[in-house]
T-cell receptor, first 114, second 112 residues
Framework: GENVEQHPSTLSVQEGDSAVIKCTYSDSASNYFPWYKQELGKRPQLIID?????GEKKDQRIAVTLNKTAKHFSLHITETQPEDSAVYFCAASKPGAGSYQLTFGKGTKLSVIP | ETGVTQTPRHLVMGMTNKKSLKCEQH?????MYWYKQSAKKPLELMFV???????ENNSVPSRFSPECPNSSHLFLHLHTLQPEDSALYLC???????????FGAGTRLSVL
């Protein structure tokens, strides 16, 4: 089955700096890579996703890059703010019988220091 | 809110109890999922239902029994649980063929 590795497990940055979280996956058939943000005591929420037919996607301060050959993808957050502090999860999935199995990384706890 | 509601939000149960977790989605989706979230572990997929049919069961112990009476409701029946089953149980839904999953707020389960 799919295996997703995520690094680092914790990350502290100064407010205004950039943060980068990296993930690798094992199954070359995976074609969808979402990133979820989970604030303390709250549900995971999708913040950005990328499909295997593109190499980069941006949404304001957040960007995701995908290298299919190397089977890794990364989340980039620029101009970090204290409200970016949360646990971030990457995931990989491939289509199944009408539903999608997301395999998650272990998460990265991001702390933005004011 | 995302339209996925889970009840109860918190549950404490003994190892001999029987309880059920409920999930309801108001998004018109046709696939629903149960995940287990433990400390220092990745989110673990437990069950997948597509159009009310169970399509995946990721080697989950039989003390967890899912039920999907219709595409809007999903239950997780619990019996004779172990302390290591204490975790946050998350429900999610999606609309095939799109793969974006929307999560509920979860049920925090403590097994004593």
């Amino acid at each position: 089955g799919e295996n997703v590795e995520q690094h680092p497990s914790t990350l502290s940055v100064q407010e205004g700096d950039s943060a980068v979280i990296k993930c690798t996956y094992s199954d070359s058939a995976s074609n969808y890579f979402p990133w979820y943000k989970q604030e303390l005591g709250k549900r995971p929420q999708l913040i950005i996703d990328i499909r295997s037919n593109v190499g980069e996607k941006k949404d304001q301060r957040i960007a995701v890059t995908l290298n299919k050959t190397a089977k890794h993808f990364s989340l980039h957050i620029t101009e970090t703010q204290p409200e970016d502090s949360a646990v971030y999860f990457c995931a990989a999935s491939k289509p199944g019988a009408g539903s999608y199995q997301l395999t998650f990384g272990k998460g990265t706890k991001l702390s933005v220091i004011p | 809110e995302t339209g996925v509601t889970q009840t109860p939000r918190h549950l404490v149960m003994g190892m001999t109890n029987k309880k059920s977790l409920k999930c309801e989605q108001h998004l018109g989706h046709n696939a629903m999922y149960w995940y287990k979230q433990s400390a220092k572990k990745p989110l673990e997929l437990m069950f997948v239902y597509n159009f009310k049919e169970q399509t995946e069961n990721n080697s989950v112990p039989s003390r967890f029994s899912p039920e999907c009476p219709n595409s809007s409701h999903l239950f997780l029946h619990l019996h004779t649980l172990q302390p290591e089953d204490s975790a946050l149980y998350l429900c999610a839904s999606s609309q095939a063929p799109r793969d974006i999953q929307y999560f509920g707020a979860g049920t925090r389960l403590s097994v004593l």
